[in-house]
T-cell receptor
């Protein structure tokens, strides 16, 4: 299994509070991603990173921010959690370079976040 | 734009039945295509992939052929087992910055 650890695995938080989810990898892959999984939507990209301090938005980035200060860590922050952000969040990693198009992404176990 | 359309689920089959899960895509350029599987309580795992037209990906008895003319990548297995019960996702990749996923198809195999 690819070395990806998400923490926490489960969290319940109140509306309006900040929340940070952490993704840690031991594979030294350049690309890291945060997805959310919701019924009827599959997985949707929130943000991704293509290197230390290099990040970009995905299709559902509103209300989320990310940071990557080290190759191995990618943090997802909900500045002020809302009930619509109740979801399962997955981190993924991928290699880069000429083979990037063909390479798979490896996924973490997921974080189930409930905003009440 | 890029998108993936998967057959609606859930799908319920008896053990040893034939499985097909349809997947069609829209993409700019020449994507790579993937099937991922998600077992209960776990993250997604790559099941198989195909990187160019007419390629066939296969793994664990599952297979899918990259059909450029019909923009499809249907997943098939000749004889399903109870252990195949999971959610299956079709996905495409056009670059390093994203994988585009379908909505997932839940498969339940009953003994």
């Amino acid at each position: 299994d690819a070395g990806i650890t998400q923490s926490p695995r489960h969290k319940v938080t109140e509306t309006g509070t900040p929340v940070t989810l952490r993704c840690h990898q031991t594979e030294n892959h350049r690309y890291m991603y945060w997805y959310r999984q919701d019924p009827g939507h599959g997985l949707r990209l929130i943000h991704y990173s293509y290197g230390v301090k290099d990040t970009d938005k995905g299709e559902v980035s509103d209300g989320y921010s990310v940071s990557r200060s080290k190759t191995e860590d990618f943090l997802l922050t909900l500045e002020s959690a809302t009930s619509s952000q109740t979801s399962v969040y997955f981190c993924a990693i991928s290699e880069s370079g000429k083979g990037a198009l063909n390479t798979e992404a490896f996924f973490g176990q997921g974080t189930r976040l409930t905003v009440v | 734009g890029n998108s993936v359309t998967q057959m609606e689920g859930p799908v319920t089959l008896s053990e040893e039945a034939f499985l097909t899960i349809n997947c069609t895509y829209t993409a700019t350029g020449y994507p790579s295509l993937f099937w991922y599987v998600q077992y209960p309580g776990e993250g997604l795992q790559l099941l198989l992939k195909a990187t160019k037209a007419d390629d066939k990906g296969s793994n664990k008895g599952f297979e899918a052929t990259y059909r450029k003319e019909t923009t499809s990548f249907h997943l098939e297995k000749g004889s399903v087992q109870v252990s195949d019960s999971a959610v299956y996702f079709c996905a495409l990749r056009t670059g390093a910055n994203n994988l585009f996923f379908g909505t997932g198809t839940r498969l339940t195999v009953i003994p």
